[in-house]
């Protein structure tokens, strides 16, 4: 089994449709460009409600934030590929 170090973080919250296609998106790129998936529901932390609250989804990389709202598969590619 592969371990993989490039890890990308989805915040997102329930029912939110873009939050779904985005983490839709990512998992079909997965295998291909070898990375995890985190997700995390911002409305279990304040904090992160907070920072996030009409942007989500966020995707980070690496601590920078690669992509917010939709997919693009263009920015994802130059993220990993700068990282």
């Known amino acids: 089994m592969c371990i993989l170090s490039r890890e990308l973080i989805v915040y997102y919250r329930e029912g939110c449709h873009l ?13 291909e460009l070898e990375y995890e998936i985190k997700q995390i529901d911002i409305d279990t932390d304040n904090k992160l409600r907070e920072k996030y609250d009409v942007d989500v989804p966020v995707v980070t990389y690496q601590g920078e934030v690669i992509l917010y709202h939709f997919f693009d598969e263009t920015e994802l590619r130059k993220a990993l590929a700068h990282g």
Do not use: V
Not at 19 to 31: G, P, T, V
């Open 19 to 31: 939050c779904e296609q985005m983490a839709a998106s990512l998992f079909q790129f997965q295998k």
